[in-house]
């Protein structure tokens, strides 16, 4: 029987734990579930880490992954939402020769046109930042290796959910124990 496979973003609230990472990657191992990418940052609430998670995956699966994330030592809550309920942006630069900035008028065109962003610029070459949905930060790397890509690097996923998630208050009763 096959799966039907779509891509969920999972939210983990945590302590600073050491271990963590390799118990919840296991998780993952365990069900044969790729990690697309992944982010921790810090949150709203001091000494509390957010961790994000874009996976491909079934539905049964997903929930029970964030039922045995949620039993780790350390967690204190984690979610999983679909790209619909979410607001999401991910990050990329480009280093490209500086020749090619000023004898082709196309890739200045391309720049303005997907509202990228030049970082830096010398005599040997020059960086492009451009935040976006996946698809545009796609688009652009298509674009742009007609010309030569340097060095290229993505960031992992970052999101919020676009209903209210109530986690402030969940840390906030977490803090005070």
């Given amino acids: 029987m096959s799966e039907n ?11 600073d734990s050491v271990g ?4 919840i990657s296991a ?3 365990k069900r044969h579930i790729n990690i697309i990418s992944f982010n921790v940052s810090i949150t709203e609430i001091k000494d509390i880490k957010r961790w994000t998670i874009m996976v491909e995956s079934s539905d ?3 929930k029970k992954i964030v039922g045995q994330i949620n039993k780790q030592i350390g967690v204190i ?7 619909e309920e979410t607001i999401y942006q991910e990050s990329c630069l480009f280093k490209i020769k500086s020749s090619l900035l000023f004898d082709d008028r196309k890739i200045q065109n391309i720049i303005k046109e997907s509202n990228a962003v030049i970082v830096t610029v010398n005599s040997e070459f020059f960086v492009i930042e451009k935040s976006g949905r996946s698809f545009e930060l796609d688009d652009l790397y298509e674009k742009l290796s007609k010309y030569g890509i340097l060095q290229y690097v993505r960031s992992a996923r970052i999101s919020v959910t676009k209903s209210p998630l109530m986690i402030s208050e969940i840390l906030k009763k977490f803090k005070k124990k």
């Fill in 77 to 83: 809550k984690s979610f999983y939402h679909t790209d």
């Fill in 5 to 15: 496979k779509i891509k969920y973003t999972v939210s983990v609230y945590s302590e």
């Fill in 60 to 62: 049964i699966k997903i």
């Fill in 20 to 23: 963590l990472l390799n118990r």
């Fill in 27 to 29: 998780i993952f191992q």
